[in-house]
């Protein structure tokens, strides 16, 4: 398949796949796509663990990296704030509505020793730029040509930086609005992420959205994500106008994802309904699966979900909790836990290993295409 992604990427087919599984990245390289792999929760050392594992086991293969660094967050006038500092000013109520949530729903507290926080007090918060440059510091010194920014126009160091280093830069845009200002800034790969993709979204829908900023940047490739996890909606996508598609709700049931088993349970049990647009983890609404934990935030009687990144640093140690707890199916943990997902885990009914979904994929799209052709010819 020849598109202006294969093409610039060098990969037999335009799946480009984001996870936060290293496995799953190198099987889709291996399988004639794309692993992006999602940094946001390495810390700079487990970054560099995994790229180094991810180059040996696909070889000269591409992979791309993916980091969230959004423009404007909590304490991003002052050059961002500590995770102590935004700890400090989270409001008593909020704390006092997590304590009880736990309490109510059974989660038991980690045990003694056992660190349940992701983030370590006084290190740069979560989600903010100060505690993704080492990251991207990790990112340069491999060879990955794909540097991506999830949420946001990428500030000018990460452009700079990238392209100093020859990297190809992406970015995820969901309005017209936001690709163009991407491009502006030199952004060479536009990501179309409608609202029914899993994560940080808008709330355009991919079928007007993907025309719509296919238009507006008539001369950079634009890649469709939101609801695309099987061969038909790869061909809607680029009967839009796109030039390959960007997956990352479809993995998070393969075989390879290390998704927590209560949740993946959940995730090969639920309809496209089963899905809600909460800033209950992040503090920025992002898609997830709706459960317990998301009905209890959009309760109009309790406070609402903080700023990010001061939502990430309240929860963080409270879904740490409930992930350890959830492996209980008939816990109150398992009632509460969620994950990032998409619309599109109403098909999502079985597990199959990721170069699976890659062929099983470009097997409908070629039936789909093929199709459409035979209509036109009759």
């Known amino acids: ?4 992604i294969t093409e610039l990427f060098g990969i037999d087919v335009p799946i480009l796949a984001f996870s936060h599984c290293r496995d799953v990245v190198a099987a889709v390289s291996k399988a004639g796509g794309m692993g992006v792999l999602g940094a946001v929760a390495h810390s700079p050392e487990s970054l560099e663990i995994d790229l180094a594992w991810i180059e040996n086991e696909v070889g000269g293969l591409p992979y791309g990296v993916d980091l969230i660094i959004p423009a ?7 050059g961002g704030l500590t995770t102590e500092q935004i700890r400090g000013a989270i409001p008593p109520e909020h704390r006092r509505f997590v304590d009880d949530l736990l309490d109510r729903y059974g989660v038991p507290p980690m045990p003694e020793g056992e660190r349940g926080s992701a983030l370590a007090t006084g ?24 540097i991506v920014n999830a949420l946001g ?24 609005q936001h690709a163009e200002r991407h491009v502006a800034a030199g952004v060479d790969v536009v990501i179309a992420q409608g609202g029914e993709a899993g994560g940080h979204t808008g709330d355009i829908g991919s079928m007007v959205l993907i025309p719509e900023i296919v238009d507006a940047v008539p001369k950079t490739p634009v890649l469709g994500a939101g609801g695309i996890g099987r061969g038909r909606q790869m061909a ?11 997956c990352g709700s479809v993995w998070l049931t393969t075989d390879e994802a290390e998704t927590h088993p209560t949740v993946k349970r ?17 503090g ?24 990010m990144p001061a939502q990430p640093v309240l929860v963080d140690e409270a879904i740490a909790r409930i992930d350890r707890a959830a492996f209980d199916e008939d816990s109150g943990a398992a009632q509460l836990a969620n994950y990032f997902v998409g619309q599109v885990v109403g098909t999502m009914n079985e597990s199959r290993p990721a170069a699976q979904v890659v062929f099983d994929m470009i097997d409908e799209f070629i039936d789909a295409t093929r199709g459409l052709v035979d209509r036109m010819d009759g």
């Not at 398949?1 to 202006?4: E, F, G, H, L």
């Not at 809607?236 to 960007?246: C, H, Q, S």
């Not at 609404?285 to 935030?297: C, N, V, Y």
């Open 266 to 282: 959940k995730f090969l049990e639920a309809s496209s309904a089963d899905t809600i647009r909460s800033r209950s983890r992040t």
């Open 72 to 78: 404007k967050y909590e304490g991003s006038d002052e």
């Open 153 to 176: 126009p990428p500030t000018a160091e990460m452009l700079s930086r990238s392209k100093d280093a020859g990297r190809i830069v992406g970015a995820l845009a969901g309005r017209p």
């Open 123 to 146: 290190e740069d918060a979560l989600f903010s730029a100060s505690a993704a440059a080492p990251q991207l510091d990790v990112a340069l010194a491999f060879r990955s040509p794909l």
């Open 236 to 246: 809607a996508a680029m009967a839009l106008g796109a030039e390959g598609v960007w």
């Open 1 to 4: 398949m020849k598109t202006a």
């Open 284 to 307: 920025k609404p992002a898609r997830q699966l709706r459960t317990a934990w998301t009905d209890e935030w959009e309760d109009p009687s309790t406070p609402m979900p903080l700023g």
